[in-house]
Structure formats: C-alpha cells, structure tokens
C-alpha cells in the first residue's frame, strides 16, 4: 500500500492512502482541500533519501493569508502556509505517486527530527 503524508498548518499529521488507479492531482488537491488549478511543488529541505521525496502546497495558501504551517516549515526550511503533501516522485518521468510503507516512516521520522531541531533553536534565541 503507499501513501500520501498530509501535514496541516494546525500540527496534524496524517497519512492518507494513495490511489494507484487515480490521477495524481485529484488526490493532491482533495490533500490539500483546494479546487485551485495551481498546486506548487516545493524543493524539500536537503536530505541523504534520493531525489524521490515531494513536497506539494497549495500556492492560493498565501492569497487567502491561511495560517503558517510550522511543521511544514521545519520539514522543507522554507516558510510554507497552509497544508502540505509529501508523496513520492520520479525525477525520470515526472509521476508523482504514493510514498511506501518504508518511505513513509523515514519522512515520519524525518518530520519528527525537523520539528525537534526547529523548537530547540527556538528555544535557544
């Protein structure tokens, strides 16, 4: 089975099954609960898991001023608002797809450390 990882501007982290049989932006929009034509993929903050890790954000996040998306901005290093998907990606073809099991508890991992690191340096201001 693979997934979708949704993280919202209010820390909620879920993981959402990807449909195989389905386009990618239907499942990437009902994600990020947007009808916009505009879904923006976002460069993830540098990492030692492959090129095949994606963040995606709504672009209309910023528009409608939606609140900041703390967890989201510790996991890329970029101020991001709104809620984020994190899906699998190839570089090769372009097709975005579901993250495996295995993938899904790196990020999961990942997001923990991010979000870690980021309330210790806050702290430490």
């Known amino acids: 089975m693979s997934h979708l990882l949704k993280i919202t501007a209010d ?22 609960s947007t009808d916009s034509t505009i879904v923006n993929m976002v460069e993830p903050a540098p990492h030692d898991r492959g ?3 994606t963040v ?11 609140p900041p998306n703390l967890y989201g901005t510790a ?10 998907a994190v899906t699998a990606w190839n570089p090769r073809t372009g ?11 790196k990020e999961e991992d990942h997001l923990i450390w991010a979000v870690t690191m980021f309330i210790a340096r806050y702290h430490a201001a």
């Not at 995606?56 to 939606?66: C, V």
């Not at 097709?95 to 508890?105: I, K, N, P, S, V």
């Open 56 to 66: 995606w954000a709504d672009e209309d996040g910023w528009s409608h001023n939606s």
């Open 51 to 53: 090129n095949h890790i």
């Open 11 to 32: 820390r909620k982290v879920e993981a959402i099954a990807w449909n195989n049989e389905e386009d990618s932006l239907p499942q990437l929009y009902r994600a990020l």
């Open 95 to 105: 097709e975005t797809f579901g993250l495996t099991d295995e993938q899904l508890r």
């Open 75 to 84: 996991y890329t290093g970029g101020l991001l608002r709104g809620t984020i």
